[in-house]
């Protein structure tokens, strides 16, 4: 009698279903002596086997694809995180804005710089294309000769496709874009020269739409192209069979044309067009990652096109201005300032926005979606500079390089860490984590023992500092009030000089809450002023008064309490690749050992 027993298969991978199917055979006494390696029934068990197999991975992979958060292939990513009403950031052009001079000719009383005019910029031997989007007018005085305007540029090539309407049977009729990087910022379109509005979801007001409201809509298709999509007749203006649909954009090369300083243009009839105020490009991106889409789209939703919580500025923002590496946002009310929200943001290129980007970021962006109660500020980022002094020790017997080959790879380590572990906004330090990957760069290594300094390098500037209260956001080491006082307490800074003085000067602490600054004569450290600003030691907060250095560089250094440090606010951290110390010892040098591995840096 045939056994009523079932095959369990419990895993997917082809071996382990079949071993599944022929255990089971094997449970029927008719099978139990049966040679199923020879025999014709071990092929029907391959086919069996390979089929379950594939269907396996086939309702896997269709089950994962219909979820946002396990979705691989962009195409469904873009699908799900539509039904968000997330539309993901298409590439973006660089933009620069150039104050441009034109000149009146005869008793003209206005001039317009037509759409697509150009400015070719220099980087290198490389030259890129930026070219206007809309038209200029320049409005002439009694008496000009000359009027400035400020004209805004943007980066790739220009395009133009053309489309007739043919299909009368699709209720919101589609055109697809033919090229890829397009900057759909730079969209515009005609219907039988009529210009059309572009709605986005964030400003779409679609319940006001018509069926005589000239709109348009724009969606990513496969392999990173657009879609125009029109009305219905319902929302939206329904197109008729001939249609003339013209559809202008510029295709971009993304953040590589950002951060280019020299530009010549090019005026249609203005050959003596000159630029009077050059600023820096900024804004270029790359099209949105699968990855960024996963993240932002959820947040996108729960925002609801208005910035009320510091993730609603965080997610609007990065829709809205792709060139960014990080953002931190935080409120007013954690340092003081309630009725303010802090954005903090560090671009892809350099370590801070131009006054240009922050501009268009306040004006075009949280104006749009800020609530009247909330004032949003933005901040550059501020970098603490962690000089760590590094001891290693090691076992010569296991050693198959050499010490100094140890210390390079370590160096090398730290500027990996940087980029993996910090460098970004909300990115703490953790002694432990950068001491296990040290142990894994050789079998020779032992222990690491890494004590951590925080500094933060002010610029003055026509003797005015940059900052003059520096927080550290962590507590600092001060185990008892006066600890130190004698050799400076737990701050310092290096050498500088102040305005009118031929001798150098510095700063150090009392231990008791105030910050001291001295002059050095004749090698002696003489107190010019013993309250010279104030130093919280459980908050890490310092306060410097006016002391009028001379322009230049000027390093605060503390010593935290704790080996792991904090990041906070508008404060990236990252190590000093040039000031840290690395000694790699032997394990049997105790007199160095004992000596180097002191409790904390000072």
């Not at 298409?90 to 933009?95: D, F, L, M, V, Y």
């Not at 020299?262 to 804004?283: C, E, H, L, P, W």
């Not at 990252?574 to 010892?585: A, E």
Request: glycine residues 6%; aromatic residues 10%.
């Amino acid at each position: 009698m045939a056994s009523n027993n079932k095959p369990v298969v419990a895993n997917l991978d082809f071996d382990d279903i079949k071993e599944d199917i022929i255990n089971h055979y094997k449970d029927n006494p008719t099978f139990k002596d049966y040679n199923f390696t020879g025999s014709a029934l071990n092929t029907i068990i391959d086919v069996l086997a390979y089929n379950t197999h594939l269907n396996n991975i086939t309702a896997n992979f269709s089950i994962n694809e219909m979820f946002l958060d396990t979705a691989q292939r962009r195409e469904n990513i873009v699908s799900l995180a539509k039904t968000l009403n997330y539309i993901p950031t298409s590439a973006t052009s660089s933009r620069v804005k150039l104050t441009i001079a034109i000149p009146r000719t005869g008793t003209e009383a206005s001039f317009t710089i037509p759409a697509g005019s150009l400015a070719v910029a220099t980087s290198g031997n490389t030259s890129y294309n930026f070219f206007t989007i809309q038209d200029y007018v320049v409005q002439y005085n009694t008496g000009d000769v000359t009027k400035n305007i400020d004209v805004e540029f943007y980066e790739g090539t220009q395009l133009t496709q053309r489309f007739i309407h043919s299909n009368t049977t699709d209720s919101f009729p589609t055109f697809d874009i033919l090229n890829s990087g397009v900057d759909t910022q730079t969209i515009n379109v005609s219907v039988n020269g009529v210009k059309y509005t572009k709605v986005m979801p964030e400003t779409e007001g679609v319940t006001n739409a018509d069926a005589n409201s000239l709109i348009y809509f724009v969606e990513e298709t496969n392999n990173e192209r657009h879609r125009l999509r029109f009305g219905n007749g319902v929302i939206g203006k329904k197109l008729v069979a001939g249609d003339d649909i013209i559809c202008s954009y510029i295709s971009t090369n993304g953040s590589t044309a950002n951060g280019i300083n020299a530009f010549s243009v090019t005026i249609q009839n203005k050959s003596d067009a000159s630029i009077t105020t050059t600023r820096t490009s900024y804004g270029g991106a790359e099209i949105e990652t699968e990855r960024s889409i996963k993240d932002n789209a959820p947040h996108w939703f729960q925002s609801q096109f208005r910035a009320v919580t510091t993730n609603d500025y965080e997610v609007i923002v990065k829709k809205n201005f792709p060139d960014i590496q990080s953002i931190n946002v935080y409120g007013g009310e954690t340092v003081g300032k309630p009725g303010k929200v802090f954005l903090s943001i560090k671009p892809k290129q350099g370590d801070k926005l131009t006054d240009a980007a922050k501009l268009t970021i306040k004006n075009n962006i949280l104006n749009k979606f800020n609530i009247v109660t909330v004032t949003p500020e933005i901040v550059d980022p501020s970098f603490l500079e962690l000089v760590l002094n590094t001891v290693v020790i090691f076992d010569n017997a296991k050693l198959t390089t050499s010490v100094d080959t140890v210390k390079t790879n370590i160096l090398a380590l730290f500027s990996t860490f940087n980029t993996d572990r910090l460098s970004q906004f909300k990115q703490s330090f953790f002694e432990s984590q950068l001491a296990e990957e040290i142990k894994l760069l050789d079998e020779s290594i032992l222990s690491v023992n890494t004590r951590t300094s925080l500094r933060y390098d002010a610029t003055v500037t026509n003797g005015i500092l940059n900052k003059y209260q520096i927080r550290y956001n962590n507590p600092l080491f001060h185990p008892f009030t006066g600890y130190n006082s004698e050799k400076g307490g737990v701050l310092s800074s290096n050498q500088f000089t102040r305005v009118g003085r031929s001798f150098n000067s510095g700063f150090n602490d009392d231990g008791k809450g105030n910050i001291r600054l001295f002059d050095i004569l004749d090698g002696i450290e003489v107190y010019a002023n013993n309250k010279a600003g104030t130093i919280d030691y459980n908050s890490g907060e310092i306060n410097i008064q006016d002391f009028d250095p001379s322009d230049g560089i000027i390093q605060f250094t503390a010593v935290p309490d704790s080996f792991d440090v904090q990041s906070a606010n508008e404060y990236i951290l990252r190590i000093s690749l040039d000031s840290s110390v690395i000694n790699v010892v032997e394990k049997d040098n105790k007199d160095l050992i004992d000596l180097l591995n002191k409790s904390r840096s000072v």
